[in-house]
């Protein structure tokens, strides 16, 4: 994967960005070093794999991570596309991701590609990404289901009377997740737009 000066790599195979990478997505979405770098380490010839984009001083300018999805194998999960800031605006983004379509279709042998987005969904329309319904990464089916409220049954609720009883009151429930992505019943709830494209 080379084209001028720039080359997509997977990059595991050169294991000398796995810090700059890091360091590079941790800019756009900061997380601790250690759990960045567990999931950097974990690519791999299959998946997940994390291709990275490099120019022609071995610069890193980009990266991308893709990830199976277990009840659609001929597609997988792009996820984590990131430019480095300075470099925005100049097609780089666009590159990587032809590349990294080029890679799925010739090396892995898909059919599809589905991503998730909160605010990109311009970018991926003209690369000819469209809407399409959540679908999960985590193994289970999912049916569509536009965001709601939800409420949740206590498993051991607190007795009514029990103010009036001596002794350390019992902590608060833990905070409900985040409503980002949800599954419950088999159904994603989801703040994001899903979009997919056929390679
Ligand atoms: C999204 C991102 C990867 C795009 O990379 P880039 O190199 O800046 O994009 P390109 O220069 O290839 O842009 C290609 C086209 O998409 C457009 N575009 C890029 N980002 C856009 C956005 N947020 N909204 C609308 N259009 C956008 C460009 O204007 C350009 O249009 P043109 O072909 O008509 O000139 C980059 O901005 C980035 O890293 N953003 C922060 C991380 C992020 O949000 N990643 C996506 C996670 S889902």
């Known amino acids: 994967m080379e084209q001028g000066n720039l080359k997509v790599l997977r ?3 050169h294991p000398q960005y796995l810090k700059p990478c890091c360091e590079l997505i941790n800019d756009e979405w900061p997380r601790s070093e250690t759990a960045r770098m567990m999931s950097l380490q974990a690519s791999c010839d299959k998946l997940p794999t994390s291709l990275i984009l490099i120019n022609d001083t071995k610069l ?4 991308c991570k893709l990830t199976a999805i277990p009840s659609i194998p001929e597609s997988c999960f792009i996820e984590t596309v990131v430019i480095s800031k300075l470099m925005r605006g100049r097609k780089l983004g666009s590159y990587l991701m032809r590349q990294v379509e080029q890679y799925c279709q010739d090396v892995l042998k898909l059919k599809m590609l589905h991503l998730s987005t909160k605010g990109q969904e311009a970018f991926y329309a ?8 959540p679908v999960s990464i985590y193994g289970t089916g999912v049916t569509y289901s536009t965001p709601q409220n939800i409420s949740i049954k206590i498993q051991n609720p607190v007795p009514e009377n029990s ?3 001596a002794g350390p009151q019992p902590p608060p429930p833990p905070p409900m997740p985040k409503p980002d992505r949800l599954a419950m019943n088999n159904t994603i709830t989801s703040t994001k737009t899903y979009m997919f494209k056929y390679l």
């Open 163 to 165: 103010n009036t009883q």
């Open 126 to 133: 003209k690369l000819g990404y469209e809407e399409c319904a």
């Open 11 to 13: 990059l595991h195979e």
């Open 60 to 63: 890193l300018l980009g990266h």
